[in-house]
């Protein structure tokens, strides 16, 4: 790439400001979260309107310049990260919040508002946006579409995709859809905007979005199970379930090995029971959904049952960000404990068991001594099955054994009807994985759909196919 004369077609329709080409400028579009890749763009361009956003592709389509789109840079597949000789199209200041429609229940942003500021707005109407992610403060609305991510609400609400009513995209020649409705009923032809939902910017640029909105929760309970077993903690979640029905709106997975992670790592962090496996669930909703006398009856039976050692139930707001810290600060309090090999698996719930005893026998019989930490969002059948180095082995011996601990889980996971990827996305991790994972059939239907929406392969090439 003649990076002096994209760079000045660049500057020529989307302003000088926009083009950034110095490395300190570009240094933090490069970096990756996990630190597993580092991009290579000579160019970043931060188009401030959807016009620009299209000129800017519209110019790189002409000049054969394949383009990387990128949000918050959260992503933990590598799909944001960019070669030498492509250009990284930041959303970063298309971030307006551009309706609260508090009659239909729905929310319209720039597909670069981040998903806390988009929570915000609708908060502010006395409403939610019910996608929460330990990324929120940096991930944006459209990297959370294009991944179509996943979190802590999926139980009760689904996950980006069940989300979105409308989408605006910048087509790979620049071309602008414009499919922004805020209808719940629409059965006009393909559902289009799905087929960007989760494609990770290989298909188009998502520069606007229409996002559903639920009643802001009345009232709102966290439980937090001490438990015996796995076998216990899938008792609990159908016993729970049952008795709780749509107001579970999250059942988590906490393995004691991570309370003590967090416990010793995290300031201020507090170990709410001594068991050898947690469970986390909040109940909200309306205030005639929530009953704290049955809830509290609920706990008491499953005790009695012998199916939960003991149970706290916290009310303030104080006692129930307490207990959640403790999930979400996992993955931070895992980092002092030395290298980490990441998988985000899904299973069917009735698989989960065996899964989980699989792999931890197979992992352990690889690398004696591995820790694995084994936990996330278990209502969804979402484990993430993360792998802590043994004390007495060295970081890259054990990162050296990654690629067959990763094959061992994935086999694992595939063998009991189960996926790869549960909600972080194919990327550039994953990637050489997707054949085995969807089979010839749909990879080969998956390329036909790429190659028809971007003939010239200039839409985050290389990622997800
Ligand atoms: C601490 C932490 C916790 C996390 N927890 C979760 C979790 O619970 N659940 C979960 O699902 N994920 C989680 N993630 C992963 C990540 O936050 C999500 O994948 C998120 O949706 C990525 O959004 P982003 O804006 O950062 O996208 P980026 O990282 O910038 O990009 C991700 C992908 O989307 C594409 N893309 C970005 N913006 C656009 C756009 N406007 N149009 C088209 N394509 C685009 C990129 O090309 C890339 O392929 C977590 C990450 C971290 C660091």
Redesign the pocket.
Same mark, same amino acid.
């Given at each position: 790439m003649n990076v002096d004369r994209v760079a000045k077609a660049l500057r020529g329709v989307a302003g000088d400001k926009a083009v950034l080409t110095a490395e300190a400028d570009r240094a933090p579009f490069l970096a990756e979260?996990r630190g597993n890749y580092t991009g290579e763009a000579p160019i970043v361009v931060q188009p401030g309107s959807v016009d620009a956003v299209a000129a800017v592709v519209r110019c790189c389509a002409q000049l054969g310049v394949p383009v990387?789109?990128?949000?918050? !840079?959260? /992503?933990? &597949?590598g799909?944001?990260v960019s070669g030498q000789a492509e250009v990284v199209v930041s959303?970063n200041r298309l971030n307006a919040v551009r309706e609260v429609d508090a009659i239909n229940f729905s929310l319209c942003v720039d597909?670069?508002c981040t998903?806390a500021a988009a929570q915000a707005a609708a908060a502010d109407a006395d409403l939610m946006l019910p996608l929460s992610?330990?990324?929120e403060g940096?991930?944006?609305?459209?990297?959370?579409?294009?991944? !179509?991510? /996943?979190? &802590?609400s999926v139980l009760r609400y689904g996950?980006?995709r069940d989300q979105v009513l409308g989408l605006e995209?910048v087509l790979s020649d620049g071309t602008l859809l414009s499919a922004l409705q805020s209808l719940r009923k629409n059965n006009a032809g393909y559902d289009l905007k799905q087929l960007?939902v989760g494609?990770?910017?290989?298909l188009?640029?998502?520069?606007g979005a229409t996002l559903k909105l639920a009643p802001a929760p009345e009232a709102r309970l966290v439980l937090w199970l001490a438990l015996d077993s796995h076998a216990h903690v899938l008792d609990a979640y159908t016993r729970f379930r049952r008795a709780f029905g749509a107001t579970m709106a999250a059942f988590e997975l906490v393995p004691d090995i991570a309370v003590d992670f967090v416990v010793r790592h995290i300031e201020g962090a507090r170990r709410p029971a001594d068991a050898p496996v947690h469970a986390l669930i909040e109940l909200h909703g309306g205030r005639a959904e929530i009953d704290r006398d049955a809830v509290l009856a609920a706990v008491s039976d499953a005790v009695d049952a012998g199916a939960l050692r003991d149970a706290i139930v916290a009310d303030s707001d104080r006692d129930q960000a307490a207990l959640w810290a403790v999930r979400h600060n996992i993955?931070?309090a895992q980092r002092p404990e030395g290298a980490s090999i990441k998988h985000d698996i899904a299973v069917p719930l009735g698989a989960l068991q065996a899964f989980i005893k699989t792999a931890t026998e197979r992992v352990e019989a690889l690398v004696p001594g591995v820790r694995p930490v084994c936990f996330g969002?278990i209502g969804d059948g979402n484990l993430h099955f993360n792998l802590s180095q043994p004390l007495d082995l060295d970081r890259e011996a054990f990162l050296a054994r990654a690629p067959a601990l990763t094959r061992t889980v994935h086999e694992a996971a595939q063998s009991l009807g189960g996926t790869i990827s549960a909600?972080?996305?194919i990327?550039l991790l994953k990637r050489d994985l997707l054949a085995t994972q969807v089979g010839p059939v749909s990879h080969a239907l998956m390329r036909r759909l790429k190659e028809s929406l971007d003939p010239d392969g200039i839409m985050?090439p290389g990622?997800?196919l």
């Open positions: 979260w990387v789109p990128q949000g918050g !840079n959260t /992503g933990l &597949v799909g944001s959303l597909a670069g998903l992610l330990s990324s940096s991930c944006q609305i459209g990297g959370n579409l294009a991944t !179509n991510a /996943g979190g &802590v996950n980006a995209v960007f494609s990770e910017g290989t188009g640029i998502i520069t993955s931070d969002h909600e972080h996305g990327g985050n990622k997800l």
